[in-house]
C-alpha cells in the first residue's frame, strides 16, 4: 500500500494561474479531505467527501473546487491563484463510520508570487 | 461551526519531565478527539485518539484524558525523550462518525530540553 499519495511536492504559481493539487489513496478509504496549514493556524479544513460523487464544504472552501469521480481520487483545483492561497496544502483518508483514523499524506507546498 | 482551543501555544520541559497539553471544543455532539505529532517539513501523524464513550486512554507514555461536561481533552506525555520534541494538534469531529472531516487545535510546539 502506498497510503496516501499527493503529486506535486513543490509548486510555485503566478497569480491568476490555475492549477490541480492530485491526492490518491489505495486503502478504499470512503473518507476524504483537504487541509490548508498556515504558521500559527493549525490546519484549516477546504472541502471532503464522504464518496465518491459527494463533496461538501468545509472551513475554507473559497478559492477552491474538488471533485470526487472515483473512490481512489480527489483533486483539489485552484481556479485562479491568489497571495493568500500560499500555504501547505494536506490531503487525509479515512475508513467509515466505524473506524475515525485519519492518514494524510506528504503534502504540497504551494507558493503563489 | 466547531470552535477547538489548545493550549500553551509552546510548552518547554526538562527531559524525563512531564509534559500537558489542553483542548476545549464547543460542540457537544463532537464525538472524538484525536491527537496528531508533526515534526518539522513532515505530515501529521495520529499518535492517540479517544471516543466519547471513553474517559482515558494510554499508549505506553502518553495518555489523553476526556472530560465530556467540562468539554475539554488533554494529552499528557510522561518521560519525555528529545524525539518527543515537536509540534502537537488537536482535532475533533463533529458529529457524524468523522465524515465531515476534523477541525484542529492551532497547534502547541512541545520543546524537550536536554
Known amino acids: 500500500n502506498a497510503g496516501v499519495t499527493q503529486t506535486p511536492k513543490f509548486q510555485v504559481l503566478k497569480t491568476g494561474q490555475s492549477m490541480t493539487l492530485q491526492c490518491a489513496q489505495d486503502m478504499n478509504h470512503e473518507y476524504m479531505s483537504w487541509y490548508r496549514q498556515d504558521p500559527g493556524m493549525g490546519l484549516r479544513l477546504i472541502h471532503y467527501s464522504v464518496g465518491a460523487g459527494i463533496t461538501d464544504q468545509g472551513e475554507v472552501p473559497n478559492g477552491y473546487n474538488v471533485s470526487r469521480s472515483t473512490t481512489e481520487d480527489f483533486p483539489l483545483r485552484l481556479l485562479s491563484a491568489a497571495p493568500s492561497q500560499t500555504s501547505v496544502y494536506f490531503c487525509a483518508s479515512s475508513y467509515s463510520y466505524n473506524s475515525y483514523g485519519y492518514t494524510f499524506g506528504s503534502g504540497t507546498r504551494l507558493t503563489v508570487v | 461551526g466547531e470552535n477547538v482551543e489548545q493550549h500553551p501555544s ?95 487545535g492551532k497547534g502547541t510546539h512541545l520543546i524537550i530540553q536536554p
Not at chain 2, 29 to 47: D, H, M, T, V
Open chain 2, 10 to 104: 509552546t510548552l518547554s520541559v526538562q527531559e524525563g519531565d512531564s509534559a500537558v497539553i489542553k483542548c476545549t471544543y464547543s460542540d457537544s455532539a463532537s464525538n472524538y478527539f484525536p491527537w496528531y505529532k508533526q515534526e518539522l517539513g513532515k505530515r501529521p501523524q495520529l499518535i492517540i485518539d479517544i471516543r466519547s464513550n471513553v474517559g482515558e486512554k494510554k499508549d505506553q507514555r502518553i495518555a489523553v484524558t476526556l472530560n465530556k461536561t467540562a468539554k475539554h481533552f488533554s494529552l499528557h506525555i510522561t518521560e519525555t525523550q528529545p524525539e518527543d520534541s515537536a509540534v502537537y494538534f488537536c482535532a475533533v469531529t463533529e458529529s457524524g462518525g468523522g465524515a465531515d472531516g476534523l477541525t484542529f
